[in-house]
């Protein structure tokens, strides 16, 4: 079955690093991709989307691009704030048959430092 | 109000108990989601109401039991539960249940069965 893998943490970095949180999926059809992220004590907020090969969703300072040839969807941030402290959950969504579900990965949890 | 909204934020009860979330949204979708969320495993999808009609039910124990009377709210009924219930319970809503559309995430309710 369709399935994401993203990678474990906790990823520590400093303000103003450079982030990058990897995400591979499999799925049978052809998926929306999401990065969902959770602050403290709060739900999930969609963060950005992609629902084609090569669209790069983008929102906050964040990216990510649908890649179909390696089935990925890195989530990347040029230079980090410690407000960005929080759990970031990549997820697909696809389409075709009855349900809308969203399989999310096991989520990674992001420190950033002073 | 915006968004979608769950009360309460915080229930803590006793196995014998029986006590009912509630998850209300304000964005006019027809697809609303209960959602599991435990310490260190993939948040795992526990009802889908599409127009007010159950569409899924992914092997949920009994003691939990959806309600969903009209579009804009949903319930989760408990009743003896077990300690191992114990998690975060998430509502989410979508305009459809159709694969690929976004879902909006509530802040959650903080269960703790004791």
């Known amino acids: 079955g369709d399935s994401v893998t993203q990678m474990e943490g906790p990823v520590t970095l400093s303000e103003e690093a450079f982030l990058t949180i990897n995400c591979t999926y499999t799925a049978t059809g052809y998926p929306s991709l999401f990065w969902y992220v959770q602050y403290p004590g709060e739900g999930l907020q969609l963060l950005l989307k992609?629902?084609?090969?090569?669209d790069k969703g983008s929102n906050k300072g964040f990216e990510a691009t649908y890649r179909k040839e390696t089935t990925s969807f890195h989530l990347e941030k040029g230079s980090v704030q410690v407000s960005d402290s929080a759990v970031y959950f990549c997820a697909l969504s696809s389409y075709g048959g009855s349900q809308g579900n969203l399989i999310f990965g096991k989520g990674t949890k992001l420190s950033v430092k002073p | 109000e915006t968004g979608v909204t769950q009360t309460p934020r915080h229930l803590v009860m006793g196995m014998t108990n029986k006590k009912s979330l509630k998850c209300e949204q304000h964005l006019g979708h027809n697809a609303m989601y209960w959602y599991k969320q435990s310490a260190k495993k993939p948040l795992e999808l526990m009802f889908v109401?599409?127009?007010?009609?159950?569409?899924e039910n992914n092997s949920v124990p009994s003691r939990f039991s959806p309600e969903c009377p009209n579009s804009s709210h949903l319930f989760l009924h408990l009743h003896t539960l077990q300690p191992e219930d114990s998690a975060l319970y998430l509502c989410?809503?979508?305009?459809?249940?159709?694969?690929?559309?976004?879902?909006?995430f509530g802040p959650g309710t903080r269960l703790t069965v004791l």
């Open positions: 989410a809503s979508s305009q459809d249940k159709a694969g690929g559309d976004t879902q909006y």
């Open positions: 992609a629902t084609k090969a090569d």
């Open positions: 109401y599409s127009l007010e009609e159950r569409v």
